[in-house]
């Protein structure tokens, strides 16, 4: 009964294998492939790790490449003289690309562009003093410029007070010192062991000694010893520089330098001043072939052109040397004298510089100071490592000047005593020729660099006192710097 009970109330189920496996199917749910993320993990830190830097050092990021172009520019600029130089030789050095002809052209090219930049400036150069920013040279205003003129009572003036009041030229007519003459025969040029020709007359140690002694009457070697000498001029310029009262000028020897219109004038400065430009037959070839001829009164613009023929010297540097330290020789009745180097535009008014620098400080000289030394010593060396000069000439010269006892001095009578001698101003009196004479003789006698000599020879006259060293900004305000164009030619025969 039991069993029955039991077989009533139980639930049959049908099991099989098929059916078993079925439901076992579906149960069991596929594995799905899990992502690995670890390389987008990776990428975020990475990220992240960006931004945190770029938030902590933004500021280094700007200004680092600002620093890094700042500091090529500066180097770049220094190098640049040197790239120009070095570029210059290569082209040398390969003759096939370019000619000698054409490389000339090129550099006088390059020069033309540096002047154009300077030509034809009038601005003011300045400097500070005592805080105030100030002119340099202080001309006198517009309209009284226009009124300036020499005092009438300026032949009396030159030698009052001096103690020189009357020189003598030594020439072949003419030998004080029992000179025993010339020899006409002798050649103009150059010797081996003497610079010393027909034009210099053959100056001895003993005369170098008697013509530095100061006195009433002075006798002395100041080129043009012979009429056969060299340095000739045309009656009719002879003629015109006879009425020079006050004169500019300026040389252009072997053709180095073009020819630069001065400016700044006034119109009645103008007319009263001559404006004197030397060329030798070379210079006036050059001058012609660029298309700056001369015209038949004589001028080019407002320079007098003054061809001057048979030159004393081979040195082109020191047939320069003769309009430059003798203009009282040339323009024997000029007051006054302004020279202006041929690399040099003068832009202000003759008469106002006179003023400036000569009445206004009762001066009888003015010439610039040397801007970077004030040694004669230390600007021997500074020439001989500039190759201006050879070391066995510059060391005649300093052991000469030892042995003479010129001091170590930097500075005489409160003065500096090296010289930049581009421009110099001056009145023309006994003592100033004097000391012109003297020191030509020194440039003859041993280098072509007259910034030597010139502290020499005014240690030797022991002043002149009333000389206006004045300073390298002045000078920089009274002409435009061009600087050299060309190589000058040197004579050959």
Request: charged fraction near 25%; charge should be positive; include cysteine.
């Amino acid at each position: 009964m039991a069993s029955s009970s039991f077989s009533n109330n139980s639930i049959s189920i049908l099991v099989s294998d098929d059916e078993s496996d079925e439901l076992g199917r579906k149960r069991v749910r596929p594995r799905r492939k899990r992502k690995k993320h670890g390389h987008h993990r990776a990428r975020s830190e990475l990220n992240q790790l960006l931004i945190r830097l770029f938030v902590r050092y933004w500021m280094l990021l700007i200004f680092l490449p600002a620093a890094v172009l700042i500091i090529f520019e500066v180097t770049s600029v220094g190098r640049k003289p040197g790239l120009v130089v070095n570029s210059e030789v290569n082209e040398v050095k390969k003759p096939n690309l370019m000619g000698n002809s054409e490389l000339t052209k090129l550099k006088e090219a390059t020069q033309r562009k540096k002047t154009d930049s300077n030509l034809n400036r009038l601005d003011p150069t300045t400097h500070v003093v005592g805080g105030v920013r100030e002119p340099c040279l202080k001309l006198l205003p517009a309209e009284e410029l226009e009124h300036l003129d020499i005092p009438e009572d300026e032949e009396s003036q030159s030698t009052s007070g001096s103690p020189v009041k009357r020189l003598v030229y030594i020439s072949d007519h003419q030998t004080p010192y029992g000179h025993g003459g010339w020899n006409s025969t002798l050649s103009r040029q150059r010797t081996n062991d003497t610079r010393f020709n027909l034009f210099t007359g053959n100056q001895t140690f003993d005369e170098r000694e008697k013509s530095f002694k100061v006195s009433e009457t002075v006798v002395l070697h100041c080129g043009f010893f012979s009429e056969i000498g060299g340095f000739e001029i045309s009656d009719r310029d002879k003629s015109f520089m006879q009425t020079c009262k006050i004169v500019v000028s300026t040389c252009a020897f072997g053709g180095g330098d073009d020819l630069y219109q001065p400016i700044g004038m006034t119109e009645p400065s103008l007319k009263k001043v001559c404006y004197v430009a030397f060329w030798d037959e070379i210079t006036l070839a050059v001058q012609e072939s660029l298309g700056n001829k001369i015209g038949e009164d004589g001028l080019n613009g407002k320079w007098r052109i003054v061809i001057v023929r048979n030159l004393p010297f081979v040195d082109q540097r020191l047939n320069g040397k003769i309009p430059k330290m003798l203009p009282h020789r040339l323009f024997p009745h000029a007051k006054y004298s302004i020279w202006v180097d041929s690399k040099s535009q003068f832009r202000r008014d003759p008469l106002g510089v006179v003023e400036a620098l000569l009445w206004r400080r009762n001066s009888v000289l003015a010439i610039s100071e040397h801007g970077a030394r004030s040694s004669v010593y230390d600007e021997a060396k500074a020439v001989v490592h500039k190759h201006k000069a050879t070391p066995e000439e510059v060391e005649v010269q300093m052991t000469q000047y030892r042995k003479d006892g010129l001091p170590e001095d930097k500075r005489f009578n409160g003065k500096k005593a090296l010289n930049e001698a581009s421009v110099i101003v001056r009145k023309h009196t006994p003592l100033t020729n004097m000391f012109m004479c003297l020191w030509f003789n020194e440039v003859v006698r041993f280098t072509s660099r007259d910034q030597l000599s010139f502290p020499y020879v005014l240690w030797r006259l022991k002043g002149p006192k009333n000389i206006n060293m004045f300073p390298v900004c002045t000078r920089k305000d009274l002409v435009n710097s061009m600087g050299h164009i060309r190589k000058a030619k040197p004579l050959t025969n």
